[in-house]
């Protein structure tokens, strides 16, 4: 145990913690110069194609050091807001971090939130200073920073570049030299943090695990403590860039193990695997729930697939402890799911996912925060989904969740972001000056305001030079109303939405005019209404088709004709017949793309 070292990369977005990661398997020689790639740990299709990390990913690497060789236990992890979880969960695995500071960029929010969770877990961290070769680099301030921030010594940063390699031999060292090896007892009772999952269609679920006591060997009996369930250890084993199977693996160490388990309920990240025979008499303290911040259902595009996507759905859980989901019903688009997500990147990764590892086409509707609408009777009802609102005649108030959020940027973008603080609710309670040119602001606003497309405006306004983040302060009394849409007279409840009524007559016409857009023209005319209760505030109509759409093919050649055709029959896949309406996925998402 004492040559086993655990850790973890936590940094801000893109301040390059796969790419050192890739250095430092590289020096290591636990991957192949014919195996690498760039973010090699990145092996998700969709983490590779947006270039950010999704899934925190292990890997174990040996180092020889002073003639000594450790095994280091790697975890890479995801720098998004929204992915913290998957931060906090890699980081109850390790003994120490490496933090990770942009050279160029300075100290941003998340490498602030990262930090924090390192500390409350009481990990060594060792500050590297990040992408020196990059022209831009500025390390003495941002080594001012980071000891201002740490509270480390200025010595003990590392000048890295996990593009060029300078440095990695310096990292791996202290990684030896200052992160202390893990304690346990391997002769006492097996107790295992379960700290991942992962399905695998051909051998069931394999779960990922770090000993914190015991040893656990092939073939043993073990028991899941909370889940309370059985099985036999067929196989175990450590995780390199691809599994290898071991006979024993002891405290300390990180691992891997595959036992048929077929369902998804059986295994929760967070639970203690212990031994059935000789079983410990404490649990190690699991994760805190996740706390979604967005709601939204998830609806098959085929009613008929209902039953595929509850078990698409359970998988995908299962190697994302943060997704949380309850069955729901719309009169619009039938059963379905409503699903709770960290934010709106989390959602729209989890329809990617679903369809892609799944194969699984769905259709999901306006998101939505947790509100409380308070009866006449002073009950608290919570309110997931706008057709869960109270009837008008028995709602008394209605509160909505509040954040608090940090903003690090530049002090020539301090009016801009104030500006749209504002347009979103939001209230100015603390601006500090970093450094001369790098100032802190703190908002209070509304999660519903915040979460939709809040950081893609703050990012648009200040060229990229603002970083966020944020937590839950608590609930407030708002006036909001809800908003439906009636397509020729009919509500269609998946269109509604929960909004504040000082807005809501602007969102009605605009919502209005967008699905406008984004409703196709049939044989008849639709009209569309934005209604408050009885009250209609706005209408559109969109005007009927005239034209076969093949009719401008005439005498064109068939293979255009059939192109068209297929194109419509794509186009197609993600509708939703609603009464005689079809109404395509877009229209679903019109409310976030008002301005
Ligand atoms: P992560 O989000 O922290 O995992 O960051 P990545 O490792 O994905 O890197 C983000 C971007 O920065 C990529 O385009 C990398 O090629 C680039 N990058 C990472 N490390 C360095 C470095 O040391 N120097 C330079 N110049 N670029 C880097
Ligand atoms: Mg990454």
Known sequence: MENIRNFCIIAHIDHGKSTLADRLLEFTNTVTKREMQAQVLDNMDLERERGITIKSHAIQMNYVYKGKTYVLNLIDTPGHVDFSYEVSRSIAACEGVLLLVDASQGIQAQTISNLYLALEHDLEIIPVLNKIDLPGAMPEEVKDQMVDLVGCSRESIIPASGKDGTGVDKVLEAIVERIPAPKGDKTAPLQALIFDSVYNSFRGIEVIFRVLNGTIKKGDKVKFVATDTVYHADEIGILKLEKEPRTVIEAGDVGYLISGIKSAKEVKVGDTITSFDNPTKEAIVGFEDVKPMVFAGVYPVETSD???????????????????????????????????????????????????EFDQTVITTVPSVSFHAFDNKGEMHVVNAPSEMLDPSKLDRIEEPFIKAQIITKSEYIGAIMTLCMEKRGVLRNQVYLTTDRVEMIFEMPLSEMVFDFFDKLKTISKGYASLDYELIGYRESNMVKLDIL?????????????????????????????????????????????????????????????????????????????????????????????????????????????
């Open 306 to 356: 209902y039953e595929d996507l509850r078990e698409a759905i359970e998988k995908l859980q299962l190697n994302d402890a943060s997704l949380v989901w309850e069955p729901e019903t719309s009169a619009a688009l039938g059963f379905g799911f409503r699903c709770g997500f960290l934010g709106m990147l989390h959602m729209e990764i989890i329809q990617e996912r679903l369809e892609r």
């Open 487 to 595: 397509l020729n007279g009919d509500k269609v409840d998946a269109l509604s939405a929960i909004v504040h009524r000082d807005k809501a007559y602007e969102w009605g016409k605009k919502l209005c005019e967008k699905l406008k857009e984004l409703l196709p023209r049939q044989q008849f005319e639709i009209a569309i209404q934005a209604a408050i209760g009885a009250k209609i505030i706005s209408r559109e109509t969109v005007k009927a088709l005239r034209k076969d759409v093949l009719a401008k093919c005439y005498g064109g050649d068939i293979s255009r004709k059939r192109k068209l055709l297929e194109k419509q029959k794509k186009g197609k896949k993600r509708m939703r017949q609603v009464g005689n309406v079809e109404i395509p996925q877009e229209a679903f998402m019109a409310v976030l793309k008002i301005d």
